[in-house]
Nanobody, 121 residues
């Protein structure tokens, strides 16, 4: 499975961005998807995850209420709608996929290349 993340950019605080993660390859079986981020000088951290059918979603406390994860299984794409962005949200955002695991740990088997999000104050 190959993952291609896109949609990053530079916005002012309070603005919005929508990240996309397109999956290709052996996507006929269901994959849970997750988003993680890594800020400069910090460890990578969990942001959000969604189950294969979209029935379960998970959020880090720091983004809950501001970010929304969703997926389009017809087009094999997962989205992360990010609203009310803060400078602390500045990071490289990575998407990840796994056939059996969905959650907050970095146990996902497949990872995308990352997309930069920069939020200025």
């Amino acid at each position: 499975v190959q993952l291609q993340a896109s949609g990053g950019g530079s916005v002012q605080a309070g603005g919005s961005l929508r990240l996309s993660c397109a999956a290709s390859g052996h996507t006929s079986t269901g994959y849970a998807m997750g988003w993680f981020r890594q800020a400069p000088g910090k460890e990578r951290e969990f942001v959000s995850a969604i189950s294969w059918r979209g029935t379960k979603a998970y959020y880090a406390p720091s983004v809950k209420g501001r970010f929304t994860i969703s997926r389009d299984n017809v087009n094999n794409t997962v989205y992360l709608q990010m609203n009310s962005l803060k400078p602390d949200d500045t990071a490289v955002y990575y998407c990840a996929a796994d056939r059996t695991y969905v959650g907050t740990a970095e146990r996902y088997e497949y990872w995308g290349q990352g997309t930069q999000v920069t939020v200025s104050s």
